[in-house]
């Protein structure tokens, strides 16, 4: 992200980056829309649907429970009870018979019972068209459903087909075993009750729905809808672990609908044998909240184009001032006329263009100031290429004084002006600003064989300088004021004095401190302040300027008294300089103060 807003112009960014968040702004609205809006219509569905199951849960408990009830009574019939006892066969008959009549009245006085079966031993077929059909026992062990019945006295068989002698009929069966006032098992009965009643039961006033009636163990007993989702039921039922409730689905490849997922709502009473499950495919459920993501999607588009209109105007309006001073900048020269920018702006932009303005006049006025800087520094240039004229001239005059005094025989005048001539000569140094400190240190010492010719015995130097430091670099003529100084100031009216040069490398420093010692009469009080155009002021305050020219504050020097032994102390801090040209601006300036 930060290399995007380095890489490309603001236009850009500011049209492209609005733009792309009212995009995502608009996605993630209608996508909270939709979810919301689904969600609410799952919930509101769901509970709607509860309350219906609820309701045609108490029907569909209250007739279950009186095909038991009739069930239970028509067992308890003596005529069924002692069926089996009888070894007679025309009692038998009789009996057959006498069953037969009792259980079709059953059939005659309940509608939805739509036959009755009796397995039992040596049943004997009915003779008459009737709804009562008695089968031996044998062949109930062949059915699906026998295993079911084995488990328990009474159970209920889901949705079957049977033929009778009017026909194919589909039914869903209540078993009840048929037990002899003694306990013996007499035989087994089965309700066939008409599964189309069942199933406007379990439909309850809703046309279109898919509902599957379960029974305590979780069998299937009838359906409606898809029949599909009743094949594939076992895969849903570890979810309905409270006794009602609502759960999404997948049902993608399971249902005739081929619907991905479905909505599962199920309804258990506490004191209830049935469960009712209702599968709602999820796509009508929120076909509403899809229909007012569309209509928020054609707002939205029209929002965005909206959006990125005013959103380019805006940009534009926001970049013009930036583009003016990016013109501006572009064709900027030293001989450029003023500055073009408008005036009437008082916003940041304002602020902005008066500021570019007094920077370029600023510009201006540096230029001026350059130009005039380099044609004093050209004439200062020529003065010092005729000043160094003079310098030539006494060196070469004095060499001739040095001859002439020797062929008079005034030897010590010869040494001095000797003595001179190399001064002069370090001091050209062909016109360059350093020179090694043993060239420095010659000089000093041609100065200080001068004074000792005059001073004679009652002047000493001691030089301590180690040879390894003699090839470093040093401004020319650093030593010699000082020296002049301590002898001119610090020995006036005395018949001797004693100077000590001394030079090391400071540790864990780039560096070399030179210290200047005398014996003298030290400093007077306000000495720094007296500029009174003495050649030992002028002097120093020369090698100061130049070192700050050339170093920095970093380096510098230092005058004191030596206390308590009276004289003074001068320290003179210089950086390694290993040749003539090193850059003065790569010296090290992160140094510890000189004191």
């Known amino acids: 992200m930060k290399h995007i807003f380095k890489k490309y112009p603001i236009y850009y960014l500011l049209y492209g980056g609005f733009s792309g968040f009212m995009v995502i702004l608009l996605v993630v609205v209608i996508g909270l829309a939709y979810s919301l809006s689904a969600q609410e219509m799952v919930k509101n569905t769901s509970y709607y649907q509860q309350n219906v199951l609820n309701e045609l849960n108490s029907k569909i408990g209250i007739q279950m429970r009186s095909f038991e009830q009739t069930s239970l009574a028509a067992s308890r019939n003596p005529l069924l009870s002692d069926y089996s006892q009888s070894k007679d066969n025309y009692s038998d008959h009789t009996r057959s ?19 009755i079966q009796f397995y039992t031993k040596n049943a004997i077929p009915s003779q008459s068209q009737t709804p009562v059909v008695f089968i031996e026992e044998e062949k109930a062990r062949k059915e699906i459903w026998y295993d079911w019945v084995q488990k328990a006295d009474f159970t209920w068989i889901g949705e079957r087909m049977i033929t009778l002698f009017n026909g194919e009929f589909a039914v869903i069966s209540f078993a009840r075993k048929v037990y002899s006032p003694s306990g013996e098992y007499s035989g087994l009965l089965l309700l066939n009750i008409k599964a189309a009643a069942i199933q406007a039961l379990v439909q309850g006033e809703t046309a279109d729905a898919n509902r599957i009636l379960l029974d305590s163990g979780g069998r299937a007993i009838t359906s409606i809808g898809d029949p599909e989702l009743r094949d594939n039921l076992g895969d849903f039922l570890p979810s309905m672990n409270d006794e009602s409730g609502y759960l999404r689905v997948k049902t993608e490849g399971y249902t005739l609908a081929n619907a991905n997922s479905h909505l599962m709502v199920w309804s258990k009473h506490f004191n209830s044998d049935w469960t009712i499950v209702e599968f709602t495919p999820w796509k009508q459920i929120t076909s509403s ?163 000792q010719l005059r001073w004679e015995e009652g002047l000493t130097v001691q030089v301590e300088v180690p040879e390894h430091l003699e090839a470093f670099y040093i401004p020319k003529m650093t030593l010699q004021p000082f020296i002049e100084n301590a002898i001119m100031h610090g020995f006036d009216g005395r018949a001797a004095g004693s100077i000590r040069i001394h030079a090391a490398r400071e540790p864990y420093a780039e560096a070399i401190m030179i210290t200047i010692a005398d014996d003298g009469v030290g400093l007077k009080a306000n000495w720094n302040s007296d500029k009174n155009g003495k050649t030992g002021g002028y002097g120093i305050r020369n090698v100061k300027e130049r070192f700050e020219a050339f170093f920095g504050a970093a380096y510098g020097i230092e005058i004191r008294n030596k206390e308590p032994v009276g004289g003074v102390v001068v320290f003179i801090r210089i950086p390694l300089l290993s040749n003539q040209h090193d850059n003065i601006g790569t010296f090290s300036h992160n140094l510890p103060p000189l004191f």
């Open 289 to 451: 909240s899809v229909h007012n993501a569309f209509i928020l999607s054609l707002v939205g588009i029209l929002t965005i184009f909206l959006a990125l209109f005013f959103t380019l105007l805006f940009s534009n309006q926001f970049i013009k001032p930036i583009r003016l001073l990016l013109h501006e900048m572009g064709r900027y020269t030293t001989n450029a006329n003023k500055v073009k920018l408008p005036e009437d702006y008082t916003n940041e932009y304002g602020v902005l263009f008066s500021g570019y303005r007094k920077l370029m006049d600023r510009i201006q006025e540096l230029y001026q100031s350059l130009e005039n800087q380099y044609k004093r520094q050209k004439k200062a240039e020529i003065k010092a290429l005729q000043a160094m004229i003079n310098p030539h001239f006494l060196y070469n005059t004095l060499d001739q004084l040095n001859w002439m005094a020797l062929g008079a025989g005034h030897d010590k005048m010869s040494e001095i002006l000797e003595l001179m001539g190399k001064m002069f000569r370090i001091g050209l140094s062909n016109g360059e600003s350093l020179i090694t400190i043993r060239e420095e240190l010659m000089h000093a010492s041609c100065y200080m064989q001068i004074q």
């Open 97 to 115: 018979a006498e069953i037969e009549e009792f259980l079709a009245n059953i059939t005659y006085a309940t509608p939805m019972i739509s036959s």
